[in-house]
């Protein structure tokens, strides 16, 4: 058997039985939740939110990292109301072949300056800090989630990070100022379905 092939497989008996249960559902639909009505860009850090920030080396020098199948169902949906980016400060082909495959407008990887090539995105597109989505875990991604209008981070994120949108949240709250700066922290780990987590902040999906 060629594994590179589609292969499908089909068990009769589970399939009639979960079209049984989903005879019911004729469309699936997708658009900008009323939190992401105003955001235009999601910028996502890679290490520690689509991964869970550990990092294998194999004997011949070959990184491997481990990516979450649930934080890529979505993107085609994602990618058809946002423009996405990535900005990490790592790379690699895994890395890079992971991004491609999840339709990234922009990949950006061993980028050693986040905040310049957040600048960059936004100049390139046109944008104001209160248009911009963005999803980090460490003190690096800090002058990011300053910043957009949309900050968050997965719910294993350094400390420093986690209290900084606390703080940000209670400020918000007191805010009477709509577009003060919105944050959220993921019920989920990164690599573990965090990213998931944050964009579906950010749809709503409507079943028929």
């Excluded at 780990?189 to 950010?202: P, Q, S």
């Amino acid at each position: 058997m060629d594994y590179n092939e589609p292969y499908i497989w089909y068990n009769n008996k589970r399939l009639k039985k979960g079209l049984k249960k989903m005879n019911e559902i004729n469309e699936i639909n997708f658009k900008k939740s009323e939190l992401g009505e105003n955001i235009k860009l999601i910028i996502t850090d890679i290490d520690g939110v689509l991964t869970n920030g550990s990092l294998t080396i194999l004997d011949d020098n070959l990184e491997t990292k481990q990516f979450n199948t649930k934080d890529g169902q979505l993107m085609q949906q994602v990618n058809n109301l946002y423009i996405t980016a990535c900005i990490s400060g790592r790379g690699g082909r895994i890395v890079k072949d992971r991004m491609d495959t999840l339709g990234f407008y922009d990949i950006h990887l061993n980028i050693k300056n986040k905040l310049e090539t957040y600048k960059k995105l936004k100049e390139k597109y046109k944008l104001k800090d209160s248009e911009i989505a963005y999803i980090g875990d460490d003190i690096i991604d800090l002058e990011i989630l300053s910043r957009v209008g949309f900050a968050a981070a997965p719910k294993d994120s350094e400390c420093v990070v986690l209290d900084f949108l606390k703080i940000r949240e209670k400020n918000d709250t007191n805010s009477e100022n709509e577009s003060f700066q919105k944050t959220y922290i993921t019920t989920r780990n990164g690599g573990k379905g965090a990213f998931r987590d944050f964009i579906n902040k950010l749809l709503t999906i409507t079943i028929k």
